[in-house]
């Protein structure tokens, strides 16, 4: 089992950079796949980008592939999300999720979930 906690969210401006935090508990850390979703009143949550256990592979949304980079730690027990070139869409809360399968899109593919971080991007 894994305790996700998501922090780094907050107020930009568009085409401004934030990067979010999700720092696991849990020795079996390396032997999740872990996902951002993000999701916005009244709308589904919504994939953004995965990481496989080593780090290597990774898939983006393509609303957000060649902006958002996700990156892991294994020591350090941490997944950061690299958000650039903001735009108000992006304004969502961003959940970090994790399972032991890699390559999930859907919310159901994921077992353990953050609490959230609010991302805000002004116009």
């Known amino acids: 089992q894994v305790q996700l906690v998501e922090s780094g969210g907050g107020l930009a401006q568009a085409g401004g950079s934030l990067r979010l935090s999700c720092e696991a508990s849990?020795?079996?850390?390396?032997?999740?796949?872990v996902a951002w979703f993000r999701q916005t009143p009244g709308k589904e949550r919504e994939f953004t980008a995965t990481i496989g256990w080593s780090g290597t592979a990774t898939y983006y949304a393509d609303s957000v592939k060649d902006r958002f980079t996700i990156s892991r730690d294994n020591v350090n027990n941490t997944v950061w999300l690299q958000m650039t070139s903001l735009k108000p869409e992006d304004t969502a809360i961003y959940y970090c999720?994790?399972?032991?399968?890699?390559?999930?899109?859907?919310?159901?593919?994921?077992?353990?979930w953050g609490q959230g971080t609010q991302v805000t991007v002004s116009s």
């Open positions: 999720a994790a399972d032991y399968r890699y390559g999930g899109w859907k919310p159901n593919d994921y077992a353990y």
């Open positions: 849990g020795r079996s850390f390396p032997s999740y796949a």
